[in-house]
């Protein structure tokens, strides 16, 4: 028989409108179930997402200072870190890094001189290591001889000017995008020798609530404008795997350290999330079980009479290794064309979900997880490979 008849009697057997019927219910089956299994898996993951990174609930990082009794007060006294109470921070086992804020010891102001407005005001400025900033921008460098200095301001700090330093003194408000344009004069020193620099911001923090330079300009400046010795910290920065553990913060009230973060609301974030992972654990199984059906589903409407029409062809002469790559590439592009649909669909929702999560401050991966790639691919091979066994069993079964 000749090629050209071979595919025209394939066509007609096993392409024919009524198995085309069969074709478009059976992919719709097949993208459901695919895309139900990645959906649940990407939920699942977007939840262990935060439940192991804590930074996305506030505590990855935490400002810890000592309480300030009465009779330091009397007495004038800084309720400051020694080094060995630091090396026992650095050693519990929640504390994973231990930064030291370095805080200007010298005089600072900061002034701004606009067309309709100028005004001065003195302010405080401190540093932190590098790996300790949100989110490092660039020009984020400083070296004896520049005059020009990048700060890093909290956003609450320009929260607390826009709604109370602004409307009292008759100022304009600014927003992040207007106050990065501005340029200030920076002004550090006593009475008896002063240095003015050029100043602006350059990013913003939701991790350090003040205004934060260069490690290198104030170790500089700390040396040159101060006439005794700099005090040891009095607040520290500290990296911690999970900042509700119960041992961790019963570490803290025992040694009356206070924290920026509220441990009791991480707390109680954290148990709901565990709870509803569970809920989440269950979903994500019944998905499963309803996808695998689905498969099932769909395997047998393509290939039910499929196989009937494969049998025919197989006893009036076509060769059963031709009918059977015929019939196995057929699937192959079905199976992985729904597939690929299934991983674009996949990928759209999970940056709209990372966005979505990101305006309230809970941070996700942008891109699924691996495990859901994983499980597409999965999927889609052991599916191929019923299919390839269903298959050969019809046509190499029987003669």
């Not at 086992?93 to 100028?118: C, L, R």
Request: glycine share 6%.
């Amino acid at each position: 028989m000749k090629t050209k008849s071979k595919k025209a009697l394939l066509q007609k057997l096993l392409l024919g409108t009524e198995r085309n019927k069969r074709l478009w219910p059976g992919i719709a089956i097949l993208f459901v179930g695919i895309t139900l299994l990645s959906f649940a898996v990407m939920i699942w993951a977007s939840f262990n997402d935060l439940l192991e990174g804590k930074e996305a609930l506030g505590g990855t990082f935490l400002t810890i200072n000592k309480s300030v009794p009465d009779e330091k007060i009397v007495e004038q006294k800084l309720n400051v870190f020694t080094p060995i109470e630091i090396q026992v921070i650095k050693a519990h086992p929640q504390v994973t890094d231990v930064g030291i804020y370095n805080t200007a010891a010298f005089p600072v102001s900061v002034t701004f001189k606009g067309d309709t407005v100028s005004y001065t005001s003195d302010i405080f400025i401190e540093a932190v290591p590098d790996r300790f900033i949100d989110k490092l921008p660039l020009g984020w460098a400083w070296h004896p001889g520049n005059k020009d200095v990048p700060v890093i301001i909290s956003k609450e700090f320009l929260n607390l000017y826009n709604f109370g330093f602004a409307p009292n003194e008759s100022v304009p408000q600014l927003t992040e995008g207007t106050i990065i344009t501005l340029n200030f004069e920076l002004t550090i020193g006593g009475a008896r020798y002063k240095e003015t620099y050029n100043t602006r911001v350059v990013g913003f923090s939701n991790r350090i609530s003040s205004i934060i330079a260069p490690s290198d300009f104030i170790e500089y400046a700390n040396k040159f404008f101060t006439s005794h010795e700099v005090t040891p910290p009095t607040r520290l920065i500290l990296k911690v795997k999970d900042p509700s553990d119960a041992s961790f913060t019963a570490f803290l009230d025992e040694r009356n350290y206070h924290t920026n973060s509220d441990l009791d609301r991480l707390s109680k974030i954290r148990l709901i999330l565990q709870q509803a992972s569970i809920g989440v654990s269950i979903v994500v199984a019944f998905a499963f079980v309803f996808a695998v059906l689905l498969f099932i589903v769909f395997a047998q409407l393509m290939l039910s009479k499929t196989n009937d029409a494969a049998r025919l062809l197989y006893l009036i002469g076509y060769h059963p290794v031709f009918l059977h790559r015929y019939l196995l590439l057929r699937y192959i592009l079905i199976v992985s064309l729904t597939a690929a649909l299934s991983f674009v669909l996949s990928v759209v929702l999970q940056i709209r979900l990372a966005k979505y999560l990101l305006g309230y401050d809970l941070i996700i991966r942008k891109f699924p997880a691996e495990e859901v790639w994983i499980s597409i691919v999965g999927v889609s091979f052991i599916l191929l490979v019923y299919i390839n066994s269903v298959i050969s069993s019809k046509i190499y079964g029987k003669k």
